[in-house]
C-alpha cells in the first residue's frame, strides 16, 4: 500500500479522530518482526507506538496521519491524551458492566471496546487525575491514562490473533464530566470488589 492508496473514508474516520488529540502510529509484532521504526532492534514486548519520542511525530492533521497509516502498514493509531483528557482502562471481565452503565444513563463518551479491554474518555481538571486513581482497587487492574499518554483506538488490532478495535460510542461524543466519570470508577471498583 502506499501513501497515494488512503481513501476518503480514512480521512473522514481520521477527521472525527483528531478531535480527541493528536494521532500517532502504533506499531505490533508481525510475522515475528516488529513494525517499529527500531524494526529487527526493537525487544519491547507487545504493541507500542512507531516512534519512541511518538509526540514529535504525532500530528493533527488527516491527511499526514493517512499517509503515515498507509506507507507504515499494517500498524496502528493511537490517541495522545490533551491536557483536559484521561482514558479509564477496563478490563473485559467488566466490559459489560462499563455498556450497561452508560447505556442505562444515556452516556456516550467516547468509548473503544477490545478483546480484553475497553478504554472510555474523562474530562479532567487539575488534580482530578489523582483522585480517580487513589480511588481505584489498589490491584490497578482498572487504570487511568493521564494527558500525555496514548490509548489505541480503531482500526488498530492488538495482538497477532485478536480480532481489531470497535468504536463502542463514536469519538465525536462528550467525554464524562468529572462527576460522572468519579462515579463510573467508584462503580467499575465496586462490580470489581463483586467479581473477587
Do not use: K
Amino acid at each position: 500500500m502506499t501513501a497515494s492508496s488512503y481513501t476518503p473514508a480514512l480521512l473522514s474516520q481520521l477527521s472525527s479522530l483528531v478531535r480527541l488529540g493528536p494521532v500517532t502510529l502504533i506499531a505490533g509484532r508481525h510475522g515475528g518482526r516488529c513494525r517499529c521504526l527500531l524494526g529487527p532492534r526493537c525487544n519491547l514486548p507487545g504493541e507500542h507506538t512507531m516512534a519512541a519520542r511518538y509526540w514529535t511525530t504525532a500530528s493533527r492533521s488527516p491527511a499526514d496521519i493517512a499517509a503515515q497509516f498507509t506507507r507504515y502498514a499494517p500498524c496502528g493509531l493511537g490517541v495522545i491524551l490533551p491536557s483536559h483528557n484521561a482514558v479509564l482502562q477496563v478490563p473485559g471481565a467488566l466490559q459489560a458492566d462499563l455498556a450497561d452503565y452508560l447505556d442505562d444513563r444515556g452516556l456516550a463518551p467516547p468509548t473503544v471496546h477490545g478483546p480484553e479491554r475497553s478504554w472510555v474518555w474523562l474530562t479532567v481538571p487539575s488534580g482530578l487525575l489523582r483522585r480517580y486513581r487513589t480511588t481505584l482497587p489498589p490491584a490497578r487492574v482498572i487504570a487511568a491514562i493521564g494527558p500525555g499518554g496514548w490509548v489505541p483506538v480503531p482500526p488498530t488490532t492488538l495482538g497477532t490473533d485478536a480480532a481489531p478495535l470497535i468504536w463502542r460510542h463514536s469519538p465525536t461524543g462528550h467525554p464524562l464530566t468529572p462527576e460522572r466519570g468519579m462515579a463510573l470508577v467508584q462503580h467499575l471498583g465496586e462490580r470489581l470488589r463483586d467479581l473477587a
